[in-house]
């Protein structure tokens, strides 16, 4: 069983900075790839950024520059750090972890961008 929590998530004035935290727990040693989507209201959820095992990077054009996806080896931990949040990056932001074919997700957590 494997369980994927996020934390960080809260409301920030325009221009301002948060880190996300997702930890994930269970039976896989080491997840292939882990990332982050979001999901603003009446919209499909979209990737954000993800982090292989290698430490391969992907992002979304919409945040590339302003946010940055990071892990450590040791662990199933990845943090997304977010600068220069704009108030089209409100949205519930869900942690993804994918192994041998299936994924895991978390419950979300909101990042409001509003002053």
């Known amino acids: 069983q494997v369980h994927v929590v996020e934390s960080g998530g809260g409301l920030v004035q325009p221009g301002g900075s948060l880190r996300l935290s997702c930890a994930a727990s269970?039976?896989?040693?080491?997840?292939?790839?882990m990332g982050w989507y979001r999901q603003a209201p009446g919209k499909q959820r979209e990737l954000v950024a993800t982090i292989t095992s290698g430490f391969s990077t992907n992002y979304a054009a919409s945040v590339k520059g302003r946010f940055t996806i990071s892990k450590y080896n040791t662990n199933n931990t990845v943090y997304l750090q977010m600068n220069s949040l704009k108030p089209e990056d409100t949205a519930v932001y869900y942690c993804?972890?994918?192994?041998?074919?299936?994924?895991?997700w978390g419950q979300g957590t909101q990042v409001t961008v509003s002053s």
């Open positions: 269970g039976s896989i040693f080491r997840f292939s790839t």
């Open positions: 993804n972890a994918r192994f041998s074919g299936a994924e895991y």
